[in-house]
């Protein structure tokens, strides 16, 4: 037999993983957990957890036999290594416990400033513990939940021949045209160089041009796209946008397929297959966690007055996307219904929609799913004036064929488009968005030589692990958030 390290499909270690041990049929033999004291009970129950399930394990130590001065180190949050037989356990829900034969403190935590108590934390104090609390069950299931939501996202791509493309986060341009860019420069900031004008001499900047954080990898992927036929890019994607939201982060990770030849109902069907995909991994795939989440919701509803009570527990709402066509729709359709809705006749949307041309906000966007169809909706064909100059030209010279995801609880979730394929139409859209051709020269190349219609639309990361874990507040399934006034650790 090989030795260990030889064998390239296993990583085995000395110690047990609580998951797999609690996944194991036979108990009576000896094992090593190593992991994060969650409780210390009666100098006798020690649940520990050492990050690979919400649940722990329960080590019982024989307090007559062990080094009282070692017991005294057993805290919350200190880290233990215990060797001793699994048995079955007489608790209620647990399935195993050890009965401890050594124990051994890897590291102390010091009880009087350890912050993590065992009792409920708010979910403001933890976000200024951040580095602590993917130690809390909450997190630590939501940061389980969000690695299989990434792990989906790769495997769904791949098995439907997708190519996973690296694009710059480093880049030149303003994909989206928002100008909401981080600039990167190397610039000495208390001595940057200036022309006779005043203006800022970027040619003796580190890349010899004005240089910024990527706020999408659409452009390159869409160069891709035109050679390899079906990629995406999954990286992270950086917004100076100074909206302080539930929903908004400076820092987030983006997932952006690109497929020649297809059109936007084909992207519309791409859509809904690979976000129901997904979300079905995740049902199938982290029970424990989502079962955990879902009692927490539960609790947490109680607090809330019956009309703002949801009516579906986390799992039916997962559920209920997985067993529904999404509703397609277009702007103008959307328009009339917000028109006539009951909150902008009675004048309750912070944003009143008069007309046709109006850019439609997330209380438009959530009245639409949450109220009116009570399903996940795709809005189509915008008004031009509204979406990226990018967007394929509908031919009432007003419309683009833009698309955007709705969910429930979330708004937006995807916006994507069917692109301009036509040089001619796209220069004329260059012209009206102030988008100068010679910075732009690589992505029109495209358009000169074998171009194609082609498709494609951008997933916001946390937007998906916000709704498929029932959070609140995208702060809280990213394990370091950046938003303004906050980049720590
Ligand atoms: O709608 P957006 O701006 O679209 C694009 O960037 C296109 N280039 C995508 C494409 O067609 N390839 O952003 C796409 C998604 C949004 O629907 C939202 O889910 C998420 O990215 N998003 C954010 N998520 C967190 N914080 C922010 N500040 C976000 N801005 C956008
Ligand atoms: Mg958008």
Known sequence: MLP????????????????????????????????????????????INDGSTINNIQAVVDFDNTDEALLKRVTTGACVSVTGELVESLGKGQKYEIQVSAIEVLGDADAEKYPLQPKKHSLEFLREIAHLRPRTNTIS????????????????????????????????????????????????????????????????????????????????????????????????????????????LAEFWMIEPEVAFADLDENMDLAESFLKYVIKHVLDNCQDDLAFLEARLLDEEKSKPQAERSEMKLTEKLQFVLDNNFVRLSYTEAIEILKRSKPNQKKKFQYLIDGWGADLQSEHERFLVEKHFKCPVILFDYPKEIKAFYMRQNDDGKTVRAMDVLFPGIGEIIGGSQREERLDVLKEKMKDFNIPEEEMWWYMDTRRFGTAPHSGFGLGLERLVLFVTGMGNIRDVIPFPRTPDNAEF
């Open 141 to 248: 299931a939501i940061m389980r939940i969000r690695h299989n939501v990434t792990y989906a996202i790769h495997k769904y791509f791949n098995d439907n021949g997708f190519y996973y493309i690296n694009t710059p986060i480093i880049t030149g341009s303003d994909a989206e045209g928002a100008g909401e860019m981080f600039t990167v420069t190397n610039f000495d900031l208390n001595n940057i160089p200036k022309d006779e004008n005043g203006a800022i001499n970027y040619k003796d900047d580190f890349f010899g041009k004005q240089t910024n954080l990527t706020v999408s990898g659409q452009l390159e992927a869409e160069l891709a796209a035109m050679a390899l036929g079906q990629v995406y890019t999954f990286g992270p994607t950086f917004r100076a946008e100074n909206s302080n939201t539930t929903r908004h």
């Open 4 to 47: 260990l390290h030889n064998n390239i499909n296993a990583f085995k270690m000395k110690r047990t993983k609580i998951a797999d041990l609690l996944a194991e049929e036979k108990h009576g033999y000896e094992v090593v957990v190593k992991g994060w004291v969650r409780t210390f009970r009666s100098n006798r129950f020690i649940a």
